[in-house]
Protein backbone atom coordinates (compact mmCIF):
# COMPACT_ATOMS: atom_id res chain seq x y z
CA UNK A 1 0.00 0.00 0.00
CA UNK A 2 1.04 3.64 -0.77
CA UNK A 3 2.18 5.76 1.99
CA UNK A 4 -0.96 7.74 3.08
CA UNK A 5 -0.15 11.12 4.74
CA UNK A 6 -3.94 11.27 5.84
CA UNK A 7 -3.63 8.22 7.77
CA UNK A 8 -0.01 9.05 8.97
CA UNK A 9 -1.33 12.79 10.64
CA UNK A 10 -4.36 10.85 12.22
CA UNK A 11 -1.83 7.87 13.88
CA UNK A 12 0.46 10.56 14.43
CA UNK A 13 -2.23 12.77 16.47
CA UNK A 14 -3.97 9.25 18.34
CA UNK A 15 -0.33 8.43 19.47
CA UNK A 16 0.51 12.09 20.59
CA UNK A 17 -2.77 12.41 22.66
CA UNK A 18 -2.30 9.04 24.39
CA UNK A 19 1.38 9.63 25.37
CA UNK A 20 0.22 13.09 26.63
CA UNK A 21 -2.18 12.14 28.54
CA UNK A 22 -0.34 9.51 30.16
CA UNK A 23 2.50 11.90 30.46
CA UNK A 24 0.17 14.70 32.16
CA UNK A 25 -0.91 12.16 34.45
CA UNK A 26 2.43 11.29 35.97
CA UNK A 27 3.77 14.85 36.22
CA UNK A 28 0.55 15.19 38.73
CA UNK A 29 1.13 11.87 40.93
CA UNK A 30 4.99 12.80 40.71
CA UNK A 31 4.54 16.62 42.06
CA UNK A 32 2.04 15.26 44.76
CA UNK A 33 4.48 12.49 45.95
CA UNK A 34 7.34 14.60 45.87
CA UNK A 35 5.51 17.35 47.91
CA UNK A 36 4.65 14.81 50.46
CA UNK A 37 7.94 13.85 51.32
CA UNK A 38 9.04 17.16 51.07
CA UNK A 39 7.00 17.94 53.26
CA UNK A 40 7.64 15.26 55.91
CA UNK A 41 11.57 15.53 55.62
CA UNK A 42 10.66 19.43 56.69
CA UNK A 43 8.78 18.33 59.48
CA UNK A 44 11.47 17.13 61.39
CA UNK A 45 14.21 20.27 60.69
CA UNK A 46 11.64 23.00 61.93
CA UNK A 47 8.95 25.12 59.99
CA UNK A 48 9.10 25.26 56.28
CA UNK A 49 6.75 27.75 54.53
CA UNK A 50 4.55 25.50 52.52
CA UNK A 51 4.47 27.94 49.66
CA UNK A 52 8.40 27.15 49.46
CA UNK A 53 8.01 23.19 50.04
CA UNK A 54 5.99 23.83 46.99
CA UNK A 55 7.95 25.94 44.77
CA UNK A 56 10.71 23.06 45.51
CA UNK A 57 8.38 20.16 44.20
CA UNK A 58 8.01 22.72 41.00
CA UNK A 59 11.61 23.28 40.56
CA UNK A 60 12.52 19.55 40.84
CA UNK A 61 9.62 18.02 38.58
CA UNK A 62 11.05 19.09 35.27
CA UNK A 63 14.20 16.99 36.25
CA UNK A 64 12.35 13.81 37.46
CA UNK A 65 9.83 13.96 34.34
CA UNK A 66 13.06 13.30 32.29
CA UNK A 67 13.45 10.20 34.15
CA UNK A 68 9.74 9.20 33.97
CA UNK A 69 9.27 10.41 30.50
CA UNK A 70 10.40 6.84 28.42
CA UNK A 71 7.78 4.89 30.81
CA UNK A 72 5.05 7.77 29.60
CA UNK A 73 5.65 6.66 26.23
CA UNK A 74 5.66 3.35 26.79
CA UNK A 75 2.57 3.34 28.64
CA UNK A 76 0.60 5.62 26.45
CA UNK A 77 1.85 4.00 23.67
CA UNK A 78 0.33 0.69 24.67
CA UNK A 79 -2.89 2.56 26.00
CA UNK A 80 -3.32 3.59 22.23
CA UNK A 81 -2.69 0.54 20.65
CA UNK A 82 -5.19 -1.12 22.96
CA UNK A 83 -7.45 2.13 21.77
CA UNK A 84 -7.31 1.43 18.20
CA UNK A 85 -7.87 -2.36 18.01
CA UNK A 86 -10.39 -2.27 20.15
CA UNK A 87 -12.20 0.31 18.23
CA UNK A 88 -11.35 -1.92 15.26
CA UNK A 89 -8.90 1.11 13.11
CA UNK A 90 -6.08 -0.59 13.64
CA UNK A 91 -7.69 -3.97 12.31
CA UNK A 92 -8.66 -1.91 8.93
CA UNK A 93 -5.82 -0.64 8.37
CA UNK A 94 -3.73 -3.50 8.14
CA UNK A 95 -6.55 -5.57 6.18
CA UNK A 96 -5.88 -2.15 3.54
CA UNK A 97 -2.64 -3.45 3.32
CA UNK A 98 -0.40 -1.18 5.98
CA UNK A 99 2.07 -2.54 7.61
CA UNK A 100 3.49 -2.18 11.17
CA UNK A 101 6.54 -0.32 9.79
CA UNK A 102 4.33 1.91 7.83
CA UNK A 103 1.69 2.04 10.92
CA UNK A 104 4.94 3.04 13.26
CA UNK A 105 6.67 5.62 11.19
CA UNK A 106 4.19 8.46 12.85
CA UNK A 107 4.65 7.41 16.42
CA UNK A 108 8.55 7.62 15.84
CA UNK A 109 9.27 10.37 14.12
CA UNK A 110 6.76 11.98 16.93
CA UNK A 111 9.45 10.55 19.30
CA UNK A 112 12.29 11.51 17.38
CA UNK A 113 11.24 14.84 17.30
CA UNK A 114 10.33 15.15 20.84
CA UNK A 115 13.51 13.79 22.45
CA UNK A 116 15.25 16.20 20.17
CA UNK A 117 13.14 19.02 21.85
CA UNK A 118 13.92 17.61 25.44
CA UNK A 119 17.71 17.22 24.84
CA UNK A 120 18.21 20.71 23.09
CA UNK A 121 15.74 22.84 24.77
CA UNK A 122 13.72 20.81 27.79
CA UNK A 123 16.67 19.47 29.40
CA UNK A 124 18.70 22.77 30.04
CA UNK A 125 15.23 24.36 31.39
CA UNK A 126 14.79 21.21 33.80
CA UNK A 127 18.69 21.33 34.75
CA UNK A 128 18.36 25.12 35.73
CA UNK A 129 15.54 24.50 37.97
CA UNK A 130 16.76 21.65 39.79
CA UNK A 131 19.76 23.74 40.66
CA UNK A 132 17.56 25.93 42.30
CA UNK A 133 15.85 23.27 43.72
CA UNK A 134 19.18 22.33 45.14
CA UNK A 135 19.83 25.47 46.45
CA UNK A 136 16.50 25.55 48.42
CA UNK A 137 17.04 21.87 49.63
CA UNK A 138 20.89 22.76 51.03
CA UNK A 139 19.00 25.90 52.74
CA UNK A 140 15.54 24.80 54.39
CA UNK A 141 16.28 20.76 54.40
CA UNK A 142 19.82 19.89 54.58
CA UNK A 143 22.07 22.48 56.39
CA UNK A 144 25.33 21.99 54.28
CA UNK A 145 27.86 24.36 54.55
CA UNK A 146 29.76 24.02 52.15
CA UNK A 147 30.09 24.26 48.04
CA UNK A 148 32.54 23.29 45.54
CA UNK A 149 32.95 25.09 41.79
CA UNK A 150 35.28 23.73 39.36
CA UNK A 151 36.19 26.28 36.90
CA UNK A 152 39.00 27.26 33.89
CA UNK A 153 40.56 28.86 36.94
CA UNK A 154 40.88 25.91 39.41
CA UNK A 155 38.77 24.86 41.98
CA UNK A 156 36.97 26.97 44.47
CA UNK A 157 35.81 25.16 47.43
CA UNK A 158 33.93 26.78 50.52
CA UNK A 159 33.30 25.50 54.17
CA UNK A 160 31.82 26.98 56.89
CA UNK A 161 31.99 26.42 60.86
CA UNK A 162 30.94 28.35 64.16
CA UNK A 163 33.56 31.25 63.67
CA UNK A 164 33.18 31.69 59.99
CA UNK A 165 33.88 30.79 56.14
CA UNK A 166 36.66 29.83 54.48
CA UNK A 167 37.22 29.90 50.68
CA UNK A 168 40.27 28.02 49.34
CA UNK A 169 41.50 28.13 46.23
CA UNK A 170 43.95 25.24 44.59
CA UNK A 171 45.01 25.36 40.77
CA UNK A 172 44.87 21.68 40.39
CA UNK A 173 43.54 18.57 42.57
CA UNK A 174 44.81 14.94 42.83
CA UNK A 175 43.61 12.14 44.92
CA UNK A 176 39.63 13.07 44.16
CA UNK A 177 40.05 16.38 46.17
CA UNK A 178 42.22 15.01 49.00
CA UNK A 179 45.71 17.03 48.06
CA UNK A 180 45.41 20.16 46.59
CA UNK A 181 48.65 22.19 44.74
CA UNK A 182 48.97 26.15 44.28
CA UNK A 183 46.46 26.46 47.28
CA UNK A 184 45.28 29.26 48.83
CA UNK A 185 43.48 29.48 52.03
CA UNK A 186 41.28 32.76 52.76
CA UNK A 187 39.65 33.21 56.11
CA UNK A 188 36.39 35.21 56.98
CA UNK A 189 34.83 35.86 60.17
CA UNK A 190 30.87 35.71 59.97
CA UNK A 191 29.72 36.65 56.10
CA UNK A 192 32.45 39.43 54.63
CA UNK A 193 34.97 40.35 57.39
CA UNK A 194 38.21 38.98 55.97
CA UNK A 195 40.97 37.61 58.80
CA UNK A 196 43.82 35.85 57.23
CA UNK A 197 44.98 33.89 54.21
CA UNK A 198 47.74 31.25 53.68
CA UNK A 199 49.21 30.60 50.54
CA UNK A 200 51.05 27.47 50.38
CA UNK A 201 52.13 24.89 48.01
CA UNK A 202 50.33 21.72 48.68
CA UNK A 203 47.34 21.29 51.36
CA UNK A 204 46.29 17.15 51.91
CA UNK A 205 43.44 16.70 54.01
CA UNK A 206 43.71 14.71 56.76
CA UNK A 207 41.20 13.01 59.73
CA UNK A 208 39.81 16.32 60.59
CA UNK A 209 42.33 18.55 59.05
CA UNK A 210 44.19 19.86 56.47
CA UNK A 211 47.80 19.35 56.17
CA UNK A 212 49.34 22.16 54.68
CA UNK A 213 53.05 22.38 53.39
CA UNK A 214 55.49 24.96 52.79
CA UNK A 215 52.68 27.48 54.29
CA UNK A 216 52.82 31.68 54.21
CA UNK A 217 50.85 32.92 56.43
CA UNK A 218 49.23 36.63 56.40
CA UNK A 219 46.89 37.59 59.52
CA UNK A 220 44.87 41.03 60.01
CA UNK A 221 43.16 40.18 63.17
CA UNK A 222 43.95 40.85 66.08
CA UNK A 223 46.99 42.81 64.19
CA UNK A 224 48.47 42.27 60.68
CA UNK A 225 51.80 39.54 60.83
CA UNK A 226 53.31 37.55 58.41
CA UNK A 227 55.18 34.16 59.05
CA UNK A 228 56.14 30.98 57.01
CA UNK A 229 55.84 27.44 58.09
CA UNK A 230 57.12 24.35 56.92
CA UNK A 231 54.39 22.38 58.08
CA UNK A 232 50.99 24.13 59.12
CA UNK A 233 47.38 22.52 59.92
CA UNK A 234 43.92 23.66 59.93
CA UNK A 235 40.74 22.86 60.80
CA UNK A 236 38.30 20.79 58.79
CA UNK A 237 34.83 19.12 59.27
CA UNK A 238 35.44 18.02 55.88
CA UNK A 239 35.82 14.59 54.44
CA UNK A 240 36.43 13.55 50.88
CA UNK A 241 32.82 12.38 50.82
CA UNK A 242 31.56 15.50 51.52
CA UNK A 243 33.75 17.13 48.90
CA UNK A 244 32.79 14.90 46.43
CA UNK A 245 28.95 15.59 47.49
CA UNK A 246 29.63 19.45 47.24
CA UNK A 247 30.87 18.73 43.79
CA UNK A 248 27.87 19.76 41.19
CA UNK A 249 25.52 17.03 40.72
CA UNK A 250 25.39 16.08 36.78
CA UNK A 251 21.46 17.00 36.66
CA UNK A 252 22.26 20.38 37.37
CA UNK A 253 23.97 20.95 34.63
CA UNK A 254 22.26 20.89 31.09
CA UNK A 255 23.75 19.27 27.86
CA UNK A 256 25.10 21.83 26.37
CA UNK A 257 27.23 22.79 29.37
CA UNK A 258 28.18 19.40 30.14
CA UNK A 259 31.22 18.80 27.60
CA UNK A 260 32.62 21.82 28.89
CA UNK A 261 32.65 21.22 32.56
CA UNK A 262 33.85 17.24 32.11
CA UNK A 263 36.77 18.90 30.40
CA UNK A 264 37.54 21.22 33.30
CA UNK A 265 36.71 18.61 36.15
CA UNK A 266 39.06 16.01 34.49
CA UNK A 267 41.73 19.03 34.17
CA UNK A 268 41.39 19.74 37.41
CA UNK A 269 41.91 16.04 38.69
CA UNK A 270 38.49 15.45 39.37
CA UNK A 271 36.87 12.37 38.01
CA UNK A 272 33.88 13.43 35.71
CA UNK A 273 32.20 9.66 35.15
CA UNK A 274 28.89 10.11 36.21
CA UNK A 275 28.72 13.42 34.78
CA UNK A 276 29.79 11.46 31.26
CA UNK A 277 27.38 9.24 31.55
CA UNK A 278 25.08 11.63 31.92
CA UNK A 279 25.82 13.01 29.29
CA UNK A 280 25.49 10.35 27.18
CA UNK A 281 21.86 9.10 28.68
CA UNK A 282 20.84 12.65 27.75
CA UNK A 283 22.44 12.15 23.94
CA UNK A 284 20.46 8.71 23.78
CA UNK A 285 16.94 10.06 24.64
CA UNK A 286 15.38 10.39 21.28
CA UNK A 287 16.22 6.82 20.40
CA UNK A 288 15.18 5.57 23.91
CA UNK A 289 12.20 6.80 23.41
CA UNK A 290 11.98 5.14 19.77
CA UNK A 291 12.91 1.98 21.36
CA UNK A 292 9.79 2.23 23.68
CA UNK A 293 7.37 2.72 20.76
CA UNK A 294 8.60 -0.58 19.53
CA UNK A 295 8.51 -2.49 22.82
CA UNK A 296 4.71 -1.29 23.15
CA UNK A 297 4.13 -2.94 19.68
CA UNK A 298 5.63 -6.05 20.50
CA UNK A 299 2.85 -6.46 22.97
CA UNK A 300 0.01 -4.87 21.75
CA UNK A 301 -0.15 -4.54 17.94
CA UNK A 302 -1.72 -8.15 17.90
CA UNK A 303 -3.61 -8.10 20.62
CA UNK A 304 -7.23 -8.17 19.28
CA UNK A 305 -6.39 -11.30 16.81
CA UNK A 306 -4.66 -13.14 19.53
CA UNK A 307 -6.44 -12.28 22.68
CA UNK A 308 -5.33 -12.03 26.05
CA UNK A 309 -5.37 -8.17 25.83
CA UNK A 310 -5.02 -7.07 30.07
CA UNK A 311 -2.31 -10.56 29.97
CA UNK A 312 -0.18 -8.61 27.12
CA UNK A 313 -0.48 -5.37 28.56
CA UNK A 314 0.88 -6.35 31.87
CA UNK A 315 3.60 -7.79 29.88
CA UNK A 316 4.10 -4.72 28.06
CA UNK A 317 4.05 -2.59 31.98
CA UNK A 318 6.58 -5.65 33.38
CA UNK A 319 8.97 -5.11 30.22
CA UNK A 320 9.26 -1.58 30.96
CA UNK A 321 10.26 -1.87 34.67
CA UNK A 322 12.76 -4.77 33.36
CA UNK A 323 13.94 -1.78 31.09
CA UNK A 324 14.32 0.42 34.44
CA UNK A 325 15.95 -2.14 36.07
CA UNK A 326 18.10 -2.93 33.37
CA UNK A 327 18.98 0.84 33.16
CA UNK A 328 20.15 1.14 36.61
CA UNK A 329 22.03 -2.05 36.41
CA UNK A 330 24.49 -0.39 33.39
CA UNK A 331 24.49 3.05 34.95
CA UNK A 332 26.08 1.28 38.48
CA UNK A 333 28.29 -0.74 36.17
CA UNK A 334 29.44 2.08 34.23
CA UNK A 335 30.55 3.94 37.30
CA UNK A 336 32.07 1.68 38.77
CA UNK A 337 34.36 1.57 36.44
CA UNK A 338 32.92 -2.23 34.96
CA UNK A 339 31.26 -0.82 31.64
CA UNK A 340 32.59 1.48 29.13
CA UNK A 341 30.80 4.86 29.96
CA UNK A 342 28.67 4.91 26.00
CA UNK A 343 28.21 0.98 26.37
CA UNK A 344 26.49 1.56 29.87
CA UNK A 345 24.87 4.53 28.63
CA UNK A 346 23.26 3.24 25.50
CA UNK A 347 22.91 -0.31 26.17
CA UNK A 348 19.24 0.09 27.53
CA UNK A 349 18.26 1.81 24.43
CA UNK A 350 20.00 -0.68 22.31
CA UNK A 351 18.59 -3.56 24.01
CA UNK A 352 15.22 -2.56 24.06
CA UNK A 353 15.24 -1.64 20.68
CA UNK A 354 16.46 -4.95 19.05
CA UNK A 355 14.37 -6.69 20.88
CA UNK A 356 11.72 -4.67 19.45
CA UNK A 357 12.70 -4.81 16.16
CA UNK A 358 13.29 -8.64 16.40
CA UNK A 359 10.23 -9.38 17.72
CA UNK A 360 8.01 -7.26 15.23
CA UNK A 361 9.63 -8.80 12.20
CA UNK A 362 8.85 -12.26 13.80
CA UNK A 363 5.33 -11.45 14.29
CA UNK A 364 5.08 -9.23 10.87
CA UNK A 365 6.79 -11.61 8.35
CA UNK A 366 7.43 -15.26 10.62
Avoid at 224 to 250: C, G
Wanted: glycine share 8%.
Amino acid sequence: MRFSWTLSRYIGVQFLVGIGIVFGACLCLIFLVDLVQLMQRASSRGPVPFATLATMAFYKLPNISEVALPFAVLFGAIWTFIRLSRSHELVVARATGVSVWQFLTPAIFITMVGGTFVVTVYNPIAASLVSRFEQLESRHLRGQSSSLTVSSSGLWLRQGDEIGQSVIHALKVDGEGVILEDVTFMFYEGADKFRARIDAESAELKDGYWDIRDARLNVLEPFPEKSFHDRYSVTTSLTQDRIQDSFASPQTMSFWQLPQFIALAEQAGFSATAHRLHWHSILATPFLLSAMILVAATFSMRVYRMGGMARLAAAGVLAGFALYFLSDVSSALGLSGHLPIVLAAWSPTIVAMLLGVATLLHLEDG
